[in-house]
């Protein structure tokens, strides 16, 4: 017998005889239930908490990202192919994430993208490789990540978020910038993965 | 009300002042004590230890003893928790009696922990009790997280006029005693034993108390053995202690 | 030769720096998971869906892990069954030596410790990297880990220092013990490693058989690494942690990182579902391991075991834990879940001193984000130690001698009345301070009550016939 039948014959003598489990599903808090901006404030707070840098606006999105990055003093990006034309600050060099080897992403100091979604009661940006986010490798390998959230995708619970999102796709949450405390856990942040990450919400 | 006492093997022969306690508190607040002599054991420590047909049949012997009984009193966290939590267990999957099923469950209502009979069945707080000593109390596991007595116990205490009741720090952990836990694995039992002396002694009580006298032979010991000169004395002692006749 | 969990913690319990560690550690993580469990409104319903979850996957555990295979397959990954540790080493070694490669990059996994994967890789020649902070330097020291999740508890900054600054070559040089330059050596030292290496070999938390994702979480970014630079990317995960349908990871990726790690998310979690096309690997393989787990499965009591999701909650409010240490339990799996799971994988004979490495106080089983009952596992596994014929004969002996007195009212007044007559030898000062094996472990540090001259009964029954 291979491995797979017996495996699955184990398993179907271990559960034989005993009934189906009757458990009635409870009921999880499925939605958000509060005004709208009381979720944005959630989510703005949950980011500072993670000491992640936010900064939020209503109006163009290119000037509030020059100033983010004025701040940071970083001159280059990469960024999506399809980055939207109304996100290029002036100042910056942006370099296309054409499948560019993991050298050249790894030598670029940041990385801008937008996001497919953000959880407020987590803090978490969600990736799924959709518009304006590029590959996985684009978020992971520059030191630096700037990302746009806009105010139509904020949902409140984790639960809105499996529900809005495609299987299908190379999911990533990134909740605050990579982390460890794996040494006497005193927390430091920045490991593997980017070691700062900015949210520019508008809305 | 007709109260059923089951002492407990631990009470029985190494503590009876505890279940003379009982019986005084159950007394004076008139109702009638029965104590059916065919009892011994609940089967804690066979059923702990992994002796579990040597249990179950100490499960059969409670049940022809007190299946009858209006309301079955026990002075010991950790003997009730044993009745009502794992007594199912051992007539379901050990002795495999569906019999013995419907009949422990049917018995389990009727058990209460002693300090749980005054405050939820019969919906005391004060038993009028005088115990003038600094009094630290622990809460046994049982109590917290089996039977689920919350703050009951030390309601009952904070109502014993005279006493200077302390909070016990680090009060939810467990003091290592854990049955043959104690003895099979000695030295952290005792680690665990080092500590909770330590919150005890850093409240300066001169009485440790606690719903179970297994705890307290545990911790007593220590603290015997280190002289601290602290003592342990079951609750339900406290509780039967009055200006007119106190209790050691 | 296995020495048993007493002795074992008799190391752990001498070990100042692992227990100053030790209760640093897991006090700061009791304090952090307490307040953000609390903090959700639903935080119970989540407990009872997770268990509701795991039960149903369990239940239909055929069903739900042919269904993972096709939808997995169906989008470009392959499955491979392993039904012990050996079949499972040996595929995960043919598919590294099929790629090409002698070396490969690791991200956390119990399971392939649980393998004992990488003696078997470097046996065949691979050399395999571990990438989580901890586990490099649990690696690097030949040790083995202490806890799930902080595999390096037992050891601090000053030992960390000198590991990296004899391991490291140039990224070890000068270093400071500071967490931060420890922390930036390591991301240094791997960032090469990450982009060179063609292989890695990951766990899962979960996969989903409705749609075949596959799902990591974790906190440093090493597991985005291995997951998204390699070609090929081989995963391997026990087969109870299938989960029925992609909705029910909105209870688990709730109820995870807040019981493990007292976050309201961890920084990272990656799902995939195959392979796709221009991000990440172009090959995925997915090892589904038996290796006991049916045998589990088919106990009624103990299968509760596997709903576990190894956030590791249930070591850090363990007070036996917090003061043996995770080496006492002699496994990867450590602390109250270790001392039913191991048990199980290994078997009684060898593991039989695990299920009672514990006061039964019930503080796991309190917090346990998926309410597995493990007191009531523990004694269970007790009820096998002593069916299976694994516990001491003098015990055994002993508790049918205690049996018979408490069989009959006769028995146990004549014990009393002979306990009375022995323990005039011993009385000192109305105690017994010492007593001889097996009870000498309760005098190592308590006195023991001399017994009354008259037992309740007997003042009862004087009483009565007043």
Known sequence: ??????????????????????????????????????????????????????????????????????????????????????????????????????????????????????????????????????????????DYHLCVVRAEQLVGLVPEAIAALVPNRPITFCSGPSATADIELDRVVGVHGPRRLDVLFVG | MRVSLFITCINDSLFPDTGRAVVRVLERLGHQVEFPLAQTCCGQMHHNSGYHDDAVGLVRRFVDTFQDAEAIVIPSTSCTAMVRGQYPYLAQHVAKDEGLLRAVEAMAPRVFEFSEFLTQKLGLSDVGAYYPHRVTYHSSCNSLRSLNLGDGPLTLLRHVSGIDLVELPNNRECCGFGGTFAVKNAETSTAMLTDKMRHILSTGAEICTAGDNSCLMHIGGGLSRQRTGVRTVHLAQILASTAEEPWA | MSTNFPTRAADGLRNTQQRRNLAKATNTIRGKTAKVTAELPDWEALREAGKAIKREAHAKLDQYLLQLEEMVTKAGGHVHWAADAAEAREIIVRLTRQAGTDQVIKIKSMTTDEIELNPALEEAGIRPYETDLADMIVQMAKERPSHLLVPAIHKNRVEIRDLFRAEMGEHGTGLSDRPPDLTRAARAYLRQKFMETKVAISGANFAVAETGTVGVVESEGNGRMCLTLPQVLISIMGIEKVLPRFDDLSVFLQLLPRAATGERMNPYNSLWTGVHAGDGPCEFHLVLLDNGRSKILADEVARETLHCIRCSRCLNVCPVYERAGGHAYDSMYQGPIGAIVTPQLRGLEEAGSLPYASSLCGACHEVCPVKINIPQILVHLRGRVVREGHAGKGEALAMGVAARMFGNQGALDWSLWAGRLGQKLLMRDGTLPWLPPPLSGWTLSRDFPALPEQSFRDWWQKREDK
């Open chain 1, 1 to 142: 017998m291979n491995g797979r039948d017996l495996i699955l014959s184990r398993v179907r003598a271990a559960i034989a005889g005993s009934p189906p489990p009757v458990t009635p599903t409870p009921a999880i808090n499925r939605v958000w239930e509060g005004d709208r901006e009381a979720m944005v404030e959630r989510f703005l707070d949950r980011l500072r908490d993670y000491n992640v840098g936010v900064t939020r606006t209503s109006g163009t999105v290119a000037p509030a990202l020059a100033g983010i990055l004025a701040g940071r003093g970083i001159d280059r990006l990469a960024v999506p192919t399809d980055l939207p034309a109304e996100w290029r600050p002036d100042g910056v060099a942006l370099v296309p994430d054409d499948n560019l080897p993991h050298g050249a992403l790894n030598a670029i100091p940041g990385a801008l993208t937008g996001a497919a979604l953000a959880i407020a009661e987590t803090g978490s940006i969600v990736l799924d490789g959709g518009a304006a986010q590029g590959r996985r490798a684009l978020t992971l390998l520059p």
